[in-house]
């Protein structure tokens, strides 16, 4: 697999302390005084604000933030290369959309974030109204994150976040504009995609070109199309109608939403008919946003184009089951065994396995042992299983369980990624324990007992409430 814009997984044993930790509120009396102002700010920071400086200088607006009143919305250089922007197109962008692109991340008042609160609109310098959304503790401006809140300075507040604030015409310009630091992120097999497909029935290009119109736009970047067996342009040009067809229509949403704005209980449906189903987890300063267990790349979603937003993926939306992960275990006559298992260890009364995976609420990756790996393992009958502790089949099920929907397009090669189940580490503390993903050469998993990795037979299998993974032998922590 192709190295691109990846996100690192992130230690989901540490949730907890950290959203806690975030849910905290600062009043305006708990800043620190500033002998800087807004512009200073980013003058100062060459490594990540040299773009916006660039963006600032270049629109005259330099003296206005180092001045006045202010709440200063602020994209990182990481961020505006995401968003498709590099130094060379904030050169070349014409003077008017250059100050547009700055005053929409301007806010007249000074605004400490005791008044980032509710759902509102933020009106910018530019006259456009930014919406900010608030679930639970957490607040989303265009749907992203505020990434760095403790920004006071002399003549207002700066917020960090993770987009920038800049609409083009359309979906399709959108498309167009986009500039990315790697051929494998940028959108020139998508737009072939939607050239091949509008050979169809319905005209792609004219109908994500329309200003008017409101989508939501799922759009898998170059790397997604090679990993997904389109290795180049005229591959994608080659490619049956009907089936650019269905993969255009899996990936689009009528009505515009932004990350933020996704129901993590009720999919949104697809143009093809396909649930997409949405996973929201925050560990820190970055959401990440799962959708069918494909993340929107930070930074790269919410990107709007006329009354529709883009959220880039790196892979496929895979199609997804009517079923919960505990109705296709249970269907499956490979999983017999494993089903068993889950009505074991869940006698050990610590986790109740089966409404797990049962539960609609719930979002759960699961490694399925199919028969002929419990077997190997030393279970060669469902009663072997139901004979032997339930504490001990609890501790096995712990290590085949993720929290939350984890694509392994979503880990870097030989990343690792926590379970459910906890152990002492070397300094006496109870961490999660891992496992060890590979893609190279396919889906491989690795407990670190395990000698050799183990092949994912059936991968991303997509329900109704999580991940299911289907493997051939257990592993061991």
């Given at each position: 697999m192709k190295m691109r814009l990846k996100l690192g997984m992130v230690v989901i044993g540490s949730v907890i302390c950290f959203m806690t930790f975030s849910c905290k509120k600062v009043s305006s009396f708990k800043y620190p005084p500033s002998s800087v102002s807004l512009y200073e700010m980013i003058a100062e920071d060459d490594n990540n604000f040299s773009f916006f400086k660039l963006a600032v200088d270049r629109s005259g607006l330099g003296a206005e933030l180092s001045g006045g009143n202010y709440t200063l919305l602020a994209?990182?250089?990481?961020?505006?290369?995401?968003?498709?922007?590099?130094?060379?197109?904030?050169?070349?962008?014409?003077?008017?959309?250059?100050?547009?692109?700055?005053?929409?991340?301007?806010?007249?008042?000074?605004?400490?974030?005791?008044?980032?609160?509710?759902?509102?609109?933020?009106?910018?310098?530019?006259?456009?109204k930014i919406p900010l959304q608030q679930l639970g503790n957490q607040t989303y401006i265009a749907g992203a994150d505020i990434t760095n809140g403790d920004n006071k300075a002399t003549n207002g507040f700066m917020y960090v976040i993770n987009t920038v604030?800049?609409?083009?015409?359309?979906?399709?310009?959108?498309?167009?504009?986009?500039?990315?630091?790697?051929?494998?992120?940028?959108?020139?097999?998508?737009?072939?995609?939607?050239?091949?497909?509008?050979?169809?029935?319905?005209?792609?290009l004219a109908l994500l070109d329309d200003p008017a119109a409101a989508y939501t736009f799922f759009a898998p970047n170059n790397g997604a199309f090679i990993d997904g067996g389109y290795p180049t342009l005229a591959s994608v040009t080659a490619a049956p109608v009907n089936r650019m067809d269905e993969l255009i229509k899996?990936?689009?949403?009528?009505?515009?939403?932004?990350?933020?704005?996704?129901?993590?209980?009720?999919?949104?449906m697809s143009r093809s008919g396909a649930p997409v189903y949405a996973d929201r987890l925050k560990p820190g300063a970055n959401t990440y946003n799962y959708f069918n267990s494909i993340n929107a790349i930070s930074g790269a979603a919410n990107m709007e184009g006329g009354s529709s937003v883009i959220h880039t993926v790196n892979g496929f939306l895979p199609l997804a089951t009517d079923q919960t992960t505990g109705e296709r275990i249970a269907q499956d006559t490979?999983?017999?065994?494993?089903?068993?298992?889950?009505?074991?260890?869940?006698?050990?009364?610590?986790?109740?396995?089966?409404?797990?995976?049962?539960?609609?609420?719930?979002?759960?990756?699961?490694?399925?042992?199919?028969?002929?790996?419990?077997?190997?393992?030393g279970y060669p009958s469902i009663a072997s299983i139901n004979d032997q502790d339930p504490k001990v089949i609890s501790d096995i099920l712990r290590l085949h369980f993720l929290n939350k929907r984890v694509n392994n397009i979503n880990i870097e090669e030989n990343g690792k990624t926590p379970t459910l189940l906890y152990a002492l580490n070397v300094n006496n503390e109870m961490k999660p324990v891992n496992l060890t993903v590979s893609s190279a050469g396919g889906y491989k998993v690795k407990g670190d007992s395990n000698v050799n990795t183990i092949p994912v037979m059936s991968a991303n299998i997509v329900t109704t409430n999580g991940l299911l993974n289907i493997i051939g032998e257990v592993l061991t922590p």
């Open positions: 994209p990182t250089n990481a961020v505006f290369s995401r968003a498709g922007f590099n130094a060379g197109m904030l050169q070349e962008l014409s003077l008017d959309s250059l100050t547009l692109l700055v005053k929409n991340h301007i806010i007249s008042g000074a605004m400490d974030e005791t008044a980032l609160t509710g759902t509102q609109e933020l009106t910018a310098l530019s006259g456009t604030l800049f609409k083009r015409k359309s979906i399709v310009e959108r498309l167009r504009s986009y500039v990315a630091a790697t051929t494998d992120a940028q959108f020139t097999y998508v737009l072939e995609a939607l050239k091949r497909a509008s050979a169809g029935g319905v005209d792609y899996r990936h689009l949403v009528d009505g515009k939403k932004y990350t933020s704005g996704f129901d993590t209980l009720q999919p949104a490979s999983l017999t065994f494993f089903y068993a298992a889950l009505q074991r260890g869940s006698e050990a009364g610590e986790l109740n396995f089966v409404q797990m995976v049962a539960d609609a609420a719930a979002s759960y990756t699961v490694f399925a042992v199919n028969n002929n790996g419990f077997r190997s393992a």
